[in-house]
T-cell receptor, first 111, second 115 residues
């Protein structure tokens, strides 16, 4: 059974601080996606990474896919209250229909 | 705004009842996936439909069933509701099935409470 564990589960930080969220698995994924979900809404895709070691940047967010494609990290620089939300990673294997979602990291950025 | 809508937004049912949840995909998207998200958890894959046929299924019992229609709408039906079925139900539409880099567009979800 493929599982994705995220850590930490909860994170409460002050505006301006940096943070890293981790997504780990014992399984290999052909691609991994990061989503942010806000209350009352569905998840919104932030990025897709597909190559081992790949790094992608989206403004203050930096995403990395592990060399072995079993893990990923999301780093936020100078967090802002607008970054508050549930961050989810989701992995899939090539040719399959199924996205395995992680357990989620709930981030709260205090002004 | 993803262009994916779901109805109703909230629903309360009692144990043993049946429920139908509806989703309207983005125009042109042939693929719809349904997920169950329990409180404090990540979404769990229920099943996927591609061009009106079930394309794959997660670890959910047969009392969870679905339909997809030619007009890009779809339904999730749950029979014999149990208390543990209380969750946020999300649908996600995409253009292609089985493409690992495909973007899924999620609707806002239907929150189901089973008493």
């Amino acid at each position: 059974t493929q599982l994705l564990e995220q850590s930490p589960q909860f994170l409460s930080i002050q505006e301006g601080e940096n943070l890293t969220v981790y997504c780990n698995s014992s399984s290999v994924f052909s691609s991994l996606q990061w989503y942010r979900q806000e209350p009352g809404e569905g998840p919104v895709l932030l990025v897709t990474v597909v190559t081992g070691g790949e790094v992608k940047k989206l403004k203050r967010l930096t995403f990395q896919f592990g060399d072995a494609r079993k893990d990923s990290s999301l780093h936020i620089t100078a967090a802002q209250p607008g970054d508050t939300g549930l961050y989810l990673c989701a992995g899939t294997t090539s040719g399959t229909y199924k996205y395995i979602f992680g357990t989620g990291t709930r981030l709260k950025v205090l002004a | 705004e993803t262009g994916v809508t779901q109805s109703p937004t909230h629903l309360i049912k009692t144990r043993g009842q049946q429920v139908t949840l509806r989703c309207s995909s983005q125009s042109g998207h042939n693929t719809v996936s349904w997920y169950q998200q329990a409180l404090g958890q990540g979404p769990q894959f229920i099943f996927q439909y591609y061009r009106e046929e079930e394309n794959g299924r997660g670890n959910f019992p047969p009392r969870f069933s679905g339909l997809q229609f030619p007009n890009y709408s779809s339904e999730l039906n749950v029979n014999a509701l149990e208390l543990d079925d209380s969750a946020l139900y999300l649908c996600a539409s995409s253009l292609l099935a089985g493409a690992s880099q495909e973007t899924q567009y999620f609707g806002p979800g239907t929150r189901l409470l089973v008493l």
